[in-house]
C-alpha cells in the first residue's frame, strides 16, 4: 500500500519560500508522475503542478514563475519549492500520485502552510 | 482564461438520485479531457472516486458512475446515503500538461 508522508515549515512570511518534502512508502517513483494541490483554508482545490518520473515538469501558468517541483530518486521523495510567498499561498498542501491520463490515485495527508507577518 | 463549472449546491433526498456536472465556459468536455471526481468531508484529504470519466476507484461503492452527458462530465450517485454528504470536486486535462479543477460541488443529503 502506498502511503505518501509529506512535511515542511508550516508558518511562513511574506517574501520568503515554501518548501515541502513528500516521502513515497510502499512504492517508487518510477512509472508516476507527482504532482502537488494546494487548497486555501475554505476554498477548493488548486493544481500547483506535476513532475513525470522522468523529471518533465508542468506547473499552472499562475504559479509557474515561482514554482518548482522536483524529485530525488535515490531517496524516493518529491520536493516543491514556491518562493516569494503571500498571504494568497496560504493552504493546506497536498503531494499526490498519479498517471498517464489520471491525475491523483493516492493522496497525501496534507500540510497547511501559512503565510503571515 | 479556462473555468471549468461545476453546481456550487446541489441536494438529494436519501435513495435518491443526484447527478453532479462538470463542464467548460469555452469548450466541450469529453473523454479525452481524463475527467476525474474527488469527493471531500470537513477535515480529510480528498479521496479518488472515477478517474479517466468512467474508472471507479478501489474500495469506491458502485452507486458512484461517471460518464459524459452532452458536452459535460457528470458523477451520478445512485441511492443517494447519508454519508454522501460531501463536497465534490472534478478536474479536467486542458492539454499541455495542464489540469484544472472545478470550484466544487456542496452536496446535502435531505
Known amino acids: 500500500q502506498v502511503h505518501l508522508q509529506q512535511w515542511g515549515a508550516g508558518l511562513l512570511k511574506p517574501s520568503e519560500t515554501l518548501s515541502l518534502t513528500c516521502a513515497v512508502n510502499g512504492g517508487s517513483l518510477s512509472s508516476y508522475y507527482w504532482s502537488w494541490i494546494r487548497q486555501p483554508p475554505g476554498k477548493g482545490l488548486e493544481w500547483v503542478g506535476e513532475?513525470?518520473?522522468?523529471?518533465?515538469?508542468n506547473y499552472n501558468p499562475s504559479l509557474k514563475s515561482r514554482v518548482i517541483i522536483s524529485l530525488d530518486m535515490p531517496k524516493n521523495q518529491v520536493s516543491l519549492t514556491l518562493s516569494s510567498v503571500t498571504a494568497a499561498d496560504t493552504a493546506v498542501y497536498y503531494c499526490?500520485?498519479?498517471?498517464?491520463?489520471?491525475?491523483?490515485?493516492?493522496w497525501g495527508q496534507g500540510t497547511l502552510v501559512t503565510v503571515s507577518s | 482564461q479556462t473555468v471549468v463549472t461545476q453546481e456550487p449546491s446541489l441536494s438529494v433526498s436519501p435513495g435518491g438520485t443526484v447527478t453532479l456536472t462538470c463542464g467548460l465556459n469555452?469548450?466541450?468536455?469529453?473523454?479525452?479531457?481524463?475527467p476525474s471526481w474527488y469527493q471531500q468531508t470537513p477535515g480529510q484529504s480528498p479521496r479518488t472516486l472515477i478517474s479517466?470519466?468512467?474508472f471507479r476507484s478501489s474500495g469506491v461503492p458502485d452507486r458512484f458512475s461517471g460518464s459524459i452527458l452532452g458536452n459535460k462530465a457528470a458523477l451520478t450517485i445512485t441511492g443517494a446515503q447519508a454519508d454522501d454528504e460531501s463536497d465534490y470536486y472534478c478536474?479536467?486535462?486542458?492539454?499541455?500538461?495542464?489540469?484544472?479543477f472545478g470550484g466544487g460541488t456542496k452536496l446535502t443529503v435531505l
Open positions: 499526490v500520485r498519479g498517471y498517464s491520463q489520471v491525475l491523483i490515485d493516492y
Open positions: 469555452s469548450g466541450s468536455v469529453s473523454t479525452t479531457s481524463h
Open positions: 479517466r470519466t468512467n
Open positions: 513532475i513525470k518520473y522522468y523529471g518533465e515538469p
Open positions: 478536474v479536467l486535462y486542458l492539454g499541455g500538461g495542464l489540469w484544472v
